[in-house]
């Protein structure tokens, strides 16, 4: 298309011109060029309203709200909260059957899992079970995913158990009542973050991160089951790998009884046979399900048979009978545990959150529907909330107990309904039963259980996409397995934060050229082919332009000038430097400053500085500071072509 002499500008911000190959001794009339007007004024307020919507309020959750009578808004806002008051009215007979089998299942691994995770956060076995019968019914009550399956996990026991006892000797009242004020405070954490929707913040944890935390955390509670395993009775309280095998070595010779190893083993190779069974055929998911509460019920009648408990095999003793106790009075709301109980729970609270929530949206993404991440939040909170103040510990989402919950056939969240019923009657009538089971078989169900949590292919994975990401894994992993639970989950933490600040402030840049025969540029590195234009250097800025990285984006800029120069001493000098600024969303007063300072370096050394495709807000702002009067307006281009076809046309046509 060839230009036209007096073209007329065009509105909304784009002036329609075309340069004029008179500007150019020699050359023909050059083709059409675009060139990039100053935009409309955006409105403050709207602009303002826009960000915090989209911080805030993404999935616009008040659509539904719109244009209904006062009465429906009312129904609406009572099925946001509970949405069992939505999908319940299409609940049927068959759906309730498929609940029923996956909710009888779970029970039967969460029964014998509850009581073995209780010692993991050193408490009674009875507040295991609490935790799987009060939180899971009012999760299905609140929840909206239709496959999780809510109780005590072996990472947050581990997690509480390890930060409460740095707190508090496990034998002291205390102790209860600061596990009591920490899930209430864990579950405030959860509920806050989903009310006023800031969900987004527990995505700085990275995959990485978590992938590594949890493995590291698996091996350590594998390792403190070695206790239970061997029959250990003087067994250190520190988590690292280097303590609990010193612990295991020193007591080899008295501290090991063999028919407590002999009922461990035995059956934590029946365990590892049941899921390996599982694995291979997914029909019969049922095996590894059941085989928990299998092992159970015959190895408490051998011990009972046996009287193996008089020969040195521990065993679990009393459990209470009935159902949840009031724990309201045991919650610390002031004193100077307090303190403490907010600091363990917001910890515990976050992790608890971050696992319920990836395990949520895996199964979401499976059976195609959506997962609200906040209403998430606000029905783990508050079934975290009421917990507390019924003697219960934190619970969240259980990817074994959720896997199997899937496998069975759920429909809806009533499976954990019927989970809980099933918790209740075994609180009611077989507590008692558990007398004689030995501790040997709840820590081979633990470690059975753990085994799953180490991601061998993830890790694997992580290392051929992303080196940093693997150390991140990795570092996570050694900080649990060699030091604390807690410095591994500070080292999770802070390597997630050094990767965003590292992406932030070292962004990547890259040199383009022209793809043979199209009006294309791209990365030369990517694409080898792409051939570079004499007399022009094309770098592309792949990140917004903050105070954190405009001096190096700068700098690098001017680096890269300088290399091209010394490696193409013999191609004509360089007299044009395009900044492609596709990838830039945003600018601030500093990355201005840093443009303008560039354009004064460029002209120190006769080079002409060239901006391409700045986006709305970018080129608001440089029109604001009059950073575009500075670089010429002449000088900004929509496209990379564009501005080779203005500043090197004979380059254009070679």
Not at 5 to 22: C, D, H, K, L
Not at 349 to 354: K, P, Q
Not at 388 to 393: A, D, H, I, M, N
Request: some cysteine.
């Amino acid at each position: 298309m060839k230009g036209v002499n007096n073209y007329p500008t065009t509105m909304s911000g784009r002036i329609a011109a075309e340069v004029e190959m008179n500007s150019h001794p020699g050359a023909a009339e050059l083709p059409y060029v675009h060139k990039v007007g100053k935009p409309p004024k955006q409105d403050l307020l709207k602009e303002i309203k826009t960000a915090l919507k989209e911080t805030f309020l993404s999935d616009d959750p008040l659509k539904p709200f719109k244009d209904q009578p006062r009465r429906k808004k009312f129904v609406l806002g009572l099925q946001a909260f509970f949405p069992i008051l939505s999908w319940g009215r299409d609940y049927s007979f068959s759906k309730f059957k498929g609940d029923l089998i996956a909710g009888c299942t779970i029970a039967s691994l969460c029964i014998p899992q509850d009581i073995g995770y209780a010692k993991l956060a050193n408490l009674p076995p009875k507040y295991g079970l609490y935790s799987s019968f009060v939180p899971p019914l009012i999760y299905a009550f609140m929840g909206s995913s239709r496959d999780i399956a809510i109780g005590p996990v072996a990472v947050v026991s581990l997690l509480l158990g390890t930060l409460l006892r740095d707190e508090v000797e496990p034998s002291k009242p205390e102790y209860l009542r600061l596990a009591f004020t920490a899930t209430f405070f864990a579950g405030v954490t959860q509920a806050t973050l989903g009310f006023f929707r800031l969900g987004f913040l527990i995505d700085f944890l990275s995959h990485a991160a978590i992938v590594g935390f949890m493995g590291g955390a698996a091996v350590t509670i594998a390792l403190q089951q070695l206790k239970g395993l061997l029959g250990i009775k003087n067994f250190t309280k520190k988590t690292d790998l280097v303590s609990v095998m010193r612990s295991v070595v020193n007591s080899a010779h008295h501290g090991w009884n063999w028919q407590t190893i002999l009922i461990g083993v035995s059956f934590l190779t029946f365990l590892l046979v049941a899921k390996f069974i599982g694995k291979k055929n997914k029909k019969l998911f049922w095996v590894p399900a059941i085989a928990p509460l299998i092992s159970v019920i015959v190895s408490t009648f051998f011990v009972y048979v046996t009287r193996a408990d008089h020969d040195g095999v521990a065993i679990v003793r009393h459990i209470d009978k009935g159902i949840n106790p009031s724990s309201v009075h045991e919650i610390y709301f002031s004193g100077p545990y307090l303190a403490k109980g907010f600091k363990i729970g917001v910890v515990a609270g976050l992790i608890a959150l971050t696992e319920a929530v990836a395990i949520g949206r895996t199964f979401a993404g499976m059976k195609d529907y959506q997962l609200d991440g906040n209403k998430e939040m606000v029905a783990l909170g508050s079934m975290n909330i009421i917990g507390s103040f019924t003697s219960c510990y934190v619970a969240t989402g259980s990817f074994s107990r959720s896997a199997v919950n899937y496998m069975a056939g759920c429909n809806t969240a009533v499976s954990n309904i019927v989970m809980s019923l099933i918790v209740m009657l075994t609180l009611f009538v077989i507590t008692p039963l558990f007398k004689f089971t030995p501790n040997a078989i709840l820590a081979s169900i633990i470690i059975s259980a753990v085994l799953g949590l180490i991601d061998y292919d993830a890790a694997v994975l992580l290392w051929k996409i992303d080196k940093f990401d693997f150390v991140a894994c990795m570092g996570a992993f050694f900080g649990v397995v060699f030091v604390s639970v807690e410095i591994g989950l500070l080292i999770a933490v802070g390597i997630s934060f050094a990767k965003i600040l590292l992406q932030v402030t070292r962004p990547r840049t890259a040199v383009l050229g022209k793809i043979p025969k199209t009006t294309v540029y791209r990365n030369i590195e990517q694409y080898p082919g792409a051939t570079r234009i004499p007399g022009v250097l094309i770098i592309r800025v792949d990140s917004a332009i903050y105070f954190s990285n405009s001096n190096y984006i700068k700098e690098r800029i001017l680096r890269w000038l300088t290399d091209e120069e010394e490696t193409f001493k013999d191609h004509p000098r360089i007299e044009c430097l395009i900044v492609d600024m596709s990838p830039v969303t945003d600018i601030d007063t500093s990355g201005i400053h840093a443009l303008e300072e560039l354009h004064s370096s460029l002209q120190k050394r006769d080079v002409q500085l060239i901006l391409t495709n700045p986006g709305q807000t970018v080129l608001d702002k440089l029109h604001a500071s009059h950073a575009a009067d500075l670089i010429g307006e002449d000088k900004i281009f929509l496209t990379v072509n564009d501005a080779i076809l203005t500043f090197a046309p004979k380059m254009e046509q070679a």
